[in-house]
């Protein structure tokens, strides 16, 4: 038997654009993810310019926001960060719960990969864990995704 075609992306930016919607809520955490993002782009090749930056309130908002970047024509993909912190209330549930639904239905709707950058935990420490400058940070992982998922879609075609 033969062997399958495989299809898939490099993790390279190349000439591709890129938007980022940052929530400010968890601030100490999320511009930790904002970091490594940004850092990850330069290193796999991209151009300051051809990044952007949203910021909105807190992960509820994130969705909307992705939505509109995402339909604009303008971005290869968008990234969604953000921190949702448990707390113990009922209150996680449906920010994060809404935030992740919001977030694939806009990548659906749109076609534009939508990247879920959010971090769902439950304790500060976890967080920190995740947000970490070092190998690891979550912004930078969401990074490396968007430019697979944005040479993937761009090789499977219209
Ligand atoms: N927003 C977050 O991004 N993280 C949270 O942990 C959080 N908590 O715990 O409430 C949070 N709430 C704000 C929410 O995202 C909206 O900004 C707000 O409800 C206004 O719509």
Known sequence: MSAPRVVEGEVAAGSRKVAIVAARFNDFIVSSLLKGATSAWLQ?????ADLLVARVPGAFELPVAA????ACGRYDAVIALGC????GTPHFEYVAGECARGLQQAGLETGVPVIFGVLT???VEQAIERAAVSAGNKGGEAMEAALEMA???ARLGP
């Open 67 to 70: 939505r509109k970047l995402a």
């Open 151 to 153: 040479a993937l879609m």
């Open 44 to 48: 796999r090749g991209g151009a300051a």
């Open 84 to 87: 949702v912190i448990r707390g």
């Open 121 to 123: 935990v439950d304790t």
